[in-house]
């Protein structure tokens, strides 16, 4: 009977959820799909530290208490470290990526590199470029007030505009994709993406006085330039047409594929404007629910002829609603 039992252990033991798992998981120096994400840059180390790089941009927005002016000097060398010491760490994980990853093995990878003094070089470079990041939102702040009659103060909208904090992680994260950082960036958006409803790749590049209103639901892809004082509604995609593919049956990357928005446009709800070569010009306003696949001229306006409307009135037998 002990032994019968015993048996049934070791039968059960060669079944177990764990036997059955381990040889789905790949100990690989390179990246591949079945790798352990264990040693890869921890995705809530990285939000903690855009928390830290947001309250920074605007201190006490990320931090409970009141920063007061005269203590805003030590309030911003010690989240600077703060920030830097959470950073650091998770791009030197994320630097090796630049050889070993998917993408970069196909193209040519370049040589390895001193990852922990790469990584202090761009921790140093992204930090001297903070100034210029909050001048700019200090622009966009100015336009979301400016541009929605529902903000009666700057407060409101540093405090609570959801495509404010979605342009700021992004200005953010575009910093350290410039600086050729693989993944963290990426993180970084798409933890925004997660609390706000709006999806910005971080390579993309968007100028000053930047607003998104409302927001839910935005959609803006990598290679796309926004110019200076543009406006979008929620619902707006400015995303990509298909792509062409290598020899290997894998998408060409680095290539312009998403649209070139010039300044003081004005997108509308739940407009899509896809294509590299796509262009809406300066001063154009683009109306709701269009989709746009070629270039618009400046200071244009687009509509689309809305479907004929049918409303049964009161009394009427006959139901028929139509769009």
Do not use: C
């Not at 100034?131 to 200090?138: E, G, P, Q, T, Y």
């Not at 968007?206 to 979008?232: L, P, R, W």
């Amino acid at each position: 009977m002990r032994k019968s039992t015993k048996s049934s252990r070791a039968t059960a033991a060669a079944y177990s959820p764990v036997a059955a798992l381990l040889p789905l998981y790949t100990d690989s120096a390179v990246d591949t799909p079945d790798s352990i994400v264990g040693s890869y840059p921890n995705t809530m180390q990285i939000v903690r530290a855009l928390k830290v790089f947001i309250d920074v941009m605007f201190p006490g927005k990320m931090s409970p208490g009141a920063i007061l002016h005269k203590n805003l000097k030590g309030f911003l060398e010690k989240r600077l470290r703060e920030g830097a010491k959470l950073l650091q760490p998770e791009i030197e994980r994320a630097l090796p990526f630049r050889w070993t990853g998917e993408a970069a093995r196909h193209e040519g990878a370049p040589k390895p590199q001193d990852v922990k003094k790469e990584a202090v070089r761009i921790v140093e470079s992204f930090i001297d470029r903070l100034a210029d990041v909050r001048k700019l939102l200090i622009e966009d702040v100015k336009a979301a007030y400016e541009g929605d009659p529902a903000a009666l103060t700057y407060a409101e909208v540093q405090l609570a505009y959801p495509g404010l904090l979605a342009i700021t992680a992004h200005r953010l994260a575009h910093q350290l994709y410039s600086l050729d950082v693989p993944i963290v960036p990426r993180v970084m958006n798409e933890w925004t993406h997660s609390k706000t409803g709006i999806d910005i790749h971080p390579g993309a590049r968007i100028g000053h006085g930047f607003f998104i209103d409302h927001g839910t639901g935005v959609v803006v892809g990598e290679t796309t330039i926004i110019g200076n004082n543009v406006k979008i509604y929620q619902g707006v995609t400015l995303g990509a047409r298909s792509f062409p593919l290598d020899e290997h049956g894998f998408p060409v990357k680095h290539i312009k594929r998403h649209p070139t928005v010039e300044d003081n446009v004005v997108i509308y709800a739940h407009a899509t404007i896809l294509g590299g070569s796509t262009v809406i010009g300066s001063g154009a306003i683009v109306g709701g629910n269009v989709f746009i696949m070629e270039t618009v001229p400046e200071n244009s306006v687009v509509t689309a002829i809305h479907p004929e409307l049918r409303i049964k009135r009161s009394g009427e037998t006959t139901l028929d609603w139509s769009i």
